[in-house]
């Protein structure tokens, strides 16, 4: 009884849930049925479609991926893949540009495909842009981390009027043109101040003092350098004298600058020397003499580094020096201006010095007691060497450029021989003559004339193939021709003869 009493109230159960559950079925199969479920339903999908398309780039590259029969796409396609999918817009496109074929290098980062602009870029106002640009941060950068309080550099150049000034002082005037401190240019001219030394400083557009030098370039290398210390302690009076402020350098004309040397030379305090390096002609190795002093006395050492300046121990503190040791050159040395032989410089050369022009300066109260007085030094113009000579002690030098390990400007000495054939000023006036006739010229109308008519022009044929039956009929007729002038030769002496008989 008890097993027929649950089983029925099991029955009831059943029924009871079916009864219940009747309802919802046929609420959920009406609202499936019902038009704003349905219309809900495909916005909704329409919503995720737009989503999928906007997350995956308008999904051609999904497509592309998917599809596409390479395992690896190539970058291009790629990038002509998305270039494809971008919208066009219904404002006015930009100007196109005169971009060269090459083009900007193609770049693939993940999915995205990035197009690197050619360089130079091809809009003049952008590459402006960009400049100024780097120009600010430059003059930031240098404010911040660079010297605080710039000094202005005066430059000392020594020059005179001869083949090789114009490439010379170019070379020095663009150096000076990019130095990024005020800049007083003091030229001394040998011989005295001339318009075609004037109109080459002017291009520079620098404050400058050209100055006039009684007596001119001597011939010969050794009296040369001792006229150009004179010149130099002439530049150093007009500084005395105008009370220039500022750091003092000399600038040789055919010297060659770093534009590192323009921000270390701020460095100094009074006196102060930088490794030169010594360019001298030939493929041989040439060797300095290393001078090093300490408290017993003088030790030398070889060594064959081309480097004249000063030299530092492990200290960082100044030992010495490094002088040429021309002893391999004495035989083969420059005597005069123009010799094909070693030009070589002197003991200490003025441009591995810089001095604060405060010690030339006329009572100065803050000028260092090892400074010699001036009526010393100007009293003898010629036993001044060096900047050395201008102190009591050579021990306050300081080392700049990493205590003389960086080279930071080159001393080179060329000149033209006096048989040269550079053009006067270097102006080509007449133009000059053809000696190869171009095949080619951009003026059809007007070809070019050939040197002179006593050159004559080969043209060898560039095809020419052999035929052996012209030949061989060219070879018959020649002969037959010769035959038929053999015997009218003979006829006509037949004829002669018979006329001669006949008399």
């Known amino acids: 009884m008890k097993q027929l009493t649950a089983l029925q109230q099991q029955g009831r159960r059943s029924n009871s849930f079916r009864n219940a559950s009747s309802p919802l079925d046929a609420t959920v199969d009406g609202a499936i049925k019902s038009p704003a479920t349905i219309f809900w ?8 479609l737009i989503s999928l398309v906007l997350g995956f780039r308008f999904s051609r ?22 270039q494809t999918t971008l919208p066009s817009s219904g404002a006015a496109s930009p100007p196109e540009r005169n971009v060269s074929a090459a083009g900007g290098s193609r770049v693939v980062v993940g999915r995205h495909g990035i197009l690197i602009r050619p360089w130079p870029h091809p809009d003049p106002a952008e590459v402006m842009k960009a400049h100024g640009i780097i120009e600010r941060v430059q003059t930031e950068q240098r404010s911040q981390y660079g010297v605080k309080n710039p000094r202005t550099v005066i430059a000392i150049t020594p020059t005179y009027v001869r083949t090789f000034q114009t490439p010379h002082l170019t070379g020095v005037m663009h150096s000076l043109m990019n130095v990024p401190y005020d800049l007083i240019w003091i030229v001394v001219e040998a011989g005295g101040a001339t318009n075609e030394t004037a109109s080459l400083i002017a291009k520079s557009g620098l404050k400058n003092i050209h100055i006039g030098f009684d007596g001119k370039m001597p011939f010969l290398w050794e009296d040369r350098h001792k006229l150009e210390s004179r010149m130099r302690l002439h530049a150093l009076r007009i500084v005395r004298e105008k009370r220039l402020d500022g750091i003092v350098m000399f600038a040789d004309d055919s010297n060659m600058h770093s534009l590192e040397l323009f921000d270390e030379i701020q460095n ?109 030094v100007g009293r003898d113009d010629e036993g001044v060497e060096s900047p050395l000579s201008l102190v009591k002690d050579t021990s306050v030098v300081e080392p700049l450029g990493s205590c003389g390990r960086k080279v930071l400007l080159w001393w080179l000495r060329v000149e033209a021989r006096a048989d040269s054939k550079f053009p006067a000023r270097w102006i080509i006036d007449p133009p000059l003559e053809i000696t190869v006739p171009a095949k080619r010229t951009p003026w059809p109308d007007a070809p070019p004339e050939l040197p002179s008519s006593a050159e004559k022009v080969i043209i060898m044929p560039e095809n020419t193939e052999k035929r052996p039956t012209k030949s061989g009929s060219r070879k018959k007729r020649s002969s037959r021709s010769k035959r038929k002038r053999s015997a009218k030769v003979l006829d006509e002496h037949a004829l002669a003869r018979h006329s001669i008989g006949d008399n």
Do not use: M
């Open 41 to 48: 339903l495909i916005l909704h999908g329409l919503c995720c």
């Open 61 to 82: 590259l999904v497509f592309f991926l998917l599809f596409s029969t390479s395992s690896s796409p190539s970058a291009t396609n790629i990038y002509s893949a998305l």
């Open 268 to 376: 100094v305090k009074w006196v102060g020397a930088v490794s030169v390096g010594i360019l001298v002609g030939g493929s041989e190795e040439t060797e300095l003499t290393i001078v090093q002093t300490d408290d017993n006395g003088k030790d030398e050492k070889k060594s064959q580094v081309p480097v004249q300046g000063p030299a530092c121990n492990s200290s960082n503190h100044l030992v010495g020096w490094h002088t040429f040791n021309t002893l391999p050159f004495v035989d083969r040395s420059a005597r005069y201006i123009g010799d094909r032989a070693f030009v070589l410089p002197r003991k200490l050369e003025w441009a591995g010095f810089v001095l604060n022009s405060r010690l030339v300066w006329e009572d100065t109260e803050d000028k260092p007691v090892w400074v010699k007085e001036w009526e010393e």
